[in-house]
Structures are given as structure tokens and as C-alpha cells.
């Protein structure tokens, strides 16, 4: 809920007073460093100008834009939407409605199958449900002569996800093809020849979707987030079907939900086919990633 608009609201130090006490009194956890984000976006000056030309007016458009944009954050959209913009991985990735907000713990993904993978030249990598393309676009600034592709079931996720290749300069690196998890592939000639499939599959299960922030519940796309009653679901399917395209010692690399790694171990071995099962956990003790290879 926004505060009431102030008289003295007509300087960039009273619009950013203003900014706080309304985030605040919103429960925004952060409020002071997001006000200032939040200004400097509306504004069009530097964070540090904020501080410094505190006494400077403001036009009655920019005080428009700038209340508006609080306004809406007031209201738990998230920052990220509002400023259309997260970094992962070190690259800033522009972000919609459309696609999940990129998450840092998402990063050791990326890492893990860096570490794990030694791919040579043409090996085939396959990145599921890729949204706004973070985990794709970042393996494919970092490594080079791979054939990577990437699948969502969202065709506005692909769109965002290729606006964004476009702007790190790596679309053309990427083969982006819409489906239900790994089915598009089952028309391009790579059964028994992928080196590595890595997912950030939905994971949340239906029973925690009411203790969701409102941030996540009500303005993060529904399908990027909700796998089913269980929560694994995804991950289920994931480890029966990649059996068919993974070649002998090709990764399927995953992210697990806290409290997902137990079960989804056991899947594994029920499943069988695989070796080398490994989970890595998150900078919070979490078991956050779970690897494991194709067997002979
Ligand atoms: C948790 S998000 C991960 C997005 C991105 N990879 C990341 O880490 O930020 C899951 C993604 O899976 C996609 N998805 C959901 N169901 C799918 C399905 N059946 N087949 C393929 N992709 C699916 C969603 O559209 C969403 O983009």
C-alpha cells in the first residue's frame, strides 16, 4: 500500500523519503537500497546523484514515473520486473512476466556442468525449460564449437530467452525449439548422442504453493514454478526419458528443491541406467544440484 503523495515530494531527496517509508510500510524487505534503485530507474541519474542532488527538483513527470514505479513495487511486484533486468552469471538478462526471475543458487548449475563436463569440440548440450535463457546463454558465452540447444513449452520464454542470446551475442549458437520437456529433440537425429542435459525444472510442489512470497506467487509465470503434488514430478520424467538421448557418461544435470535430494536419489536408482549419483549443495548447506551420468 502506497503512502499518501506529499508536498514535499517536489526534490529528489523528499521523493526518495517518500519511496522508503512506502516501501517499508509495504513489508519490502529491503526498502532503503530499493528506493534507491527504484529513483535512479525514474529518475534517469546515477545512485550516487541521488544522495549528492538531493535539494534538485523534480518535473511533475518525473515524479509521476517515479511514484508509479514505487507504486507498483509497494504492491510486491517484483524489482526485477519492474527494472526488467537480474544478472546471472555475470551477464544482465532482460526479464518479463513471461520467464522466471534467474535465481543465484541457479548459477551452480552452470557451474557444476562446467566442472563435470570436459565436452570436446561438437558435443551436444541441452538445456530444459530455459526461460529466460540464463543457463543456455551462459554455457554458450563460455564454451565454444558446442551444439547447444534449448527447450522451454513457453513461446513467450523462447522469445525473451532469444532476445537476450541476441544481446550477448550468442543466438546463433543456440538452437531454440518449443515443447513438452525433451520431446523436441526426438526430431533431430541426437538419441544416444547427447553429452548433457541440464534442467531448472519447475519444482515447487502444490501444497507449498500458498507460502509462497507474493512476489513469486502472484507475478512469476505459474508454469515455471509448479510441478505437481509431489514437487519432483519433473524430475521424475526427466530421469526416465534422458536415458534415450544421453551417449554412454552424458551428464544429466538438475535442480533439486531443499528437501527434493532424498527422493529424487531414489528415482535414480530405481530408474536404472545411470552411475556416478552426486548431489552438490548451496552456499546455504542445501542440496541444491544433482548429477549423474549414463551408464555403459
Ligand atoms: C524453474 S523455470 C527455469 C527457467 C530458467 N532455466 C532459470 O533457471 O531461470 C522452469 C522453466 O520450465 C518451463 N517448463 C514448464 N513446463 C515445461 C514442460 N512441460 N516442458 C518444457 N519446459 C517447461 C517453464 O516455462 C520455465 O521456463
Redesign the pocket.
Known amino acids: 500500500m502506497a503512502l499518501p503523495l506529499t508536498t514535499d515530494m517536489k526534490t529528489i531527496g523528499g521523493l526518495l523519503a517518500w519511496a522508503r517509508q512506502t516501501l517499508e510500510s509495504a513489508g519490502t524487505a529491503n526498502a532503503g537500497q530499493e528506493a534507491l534503485w527504484l529513483l535512479a530507474d525514474a529518475l534517469h541519474v546515477e545512485l550516487h546523484q541521488l544522495v549528492s542532488r538531493a535539494d534538485q527538483s523534480v518535473t511533475v513527470e518525473q515524479q509521476a514515473r517515479a511514484t508509479t514505479i514505487v507504486q507498483r513495487r509497494a504492491s510486491r511486484e517484483p524489482l526485477q520486473y519492474i527494472l526488467g533486468t537480474q544478472e546471472f552469471c555475470g551477464l544482465d538478462f532482460h526479464v518479463t512476466p513471461a520467464?522466471?526471475i534467474?535465481?543465484p543458487e541457479?548459477e551452480l548449475l552452470v557451474q557444476e556442468t562446467l566442472r563435470e563436463g570436459g565436452f570436446e569440440e561438437g558435443a551436444v548440450l541441452v538445456?530444459?525449460?530455459?526461460?529466460?535463457g540464463?543457463?543456455a546463454i551462459s554455457l554458450a558465452t563460455i564454451l565454444s564449437g558446442m551444439r547447444i540447444f534449448a527447450?522451454?513449452?513457453?513461446g513467450d520464454?523462447l522469445i525473451v530467452a532469444k532476445g537476450n542470446a541476441e544481446r550477448h551475442g550468442v543466438r546463433e549458437k543456440i538452437i531454440w525449439s518449443q515443447?513438452?520437456?525433451l520431446s523436441p529433440l526426438r526430431e533431430c537425429q541426437v538419441a544416444g548422442k547427447v553429452d548433457a542435459i541440464v534442467s531448472?525444472?519447475?519444482?515447487i510442489a502444490e501444497a507449498e504453493w500458498a507460502g509462497l512470497q507474493p512476489e513469486v506467487r502472484e507475478y512469476e509465470?505459474r508454469?515455471?514454478?509448479l510441478a505437481g503434488p509431489r514437487g519432483t514430478e519433473?524430475h521424475e520424467r526427466l530421469i526416465q526419458d534422458s536415458r534415450d538421448f544421453l551417449v554412454s557418461g552424458g551428464l544429466l544435470v538438475m535442480?533439486l528443491g531443499q528437501g527434493q535430494a532424498s527422493h529424487v536419489q531414489q528415482v535414480v536408482k530405481d530408474a536404472g541406467g545411470y552411475t556416478g549419483l552426486q548431489t552438490v549443495k548451496d552456499d546455504a548447506g542445501i542440496e541444491r544440484v544433482l548429477i549423474v551420468r549414463r551408464a555403459s
Do not use: K, Q, W
Not at 538445456?127 to 529466460?132: K, L, N, P
Not at 527447450?151 to 513457453?154: A, E, F, I
Open positions: 520467464v522466471l534467474p535465481r541457479t538445456d530444459v525449460g530455459t526461460g529466460s540464463c543457463v527447450l522451454d513449452s513457453s520464454a515443447g513438452d520437456l531448472n525444472p519447475p519444482y509465470p508454469l515455471a514454478l519433473f535442480e
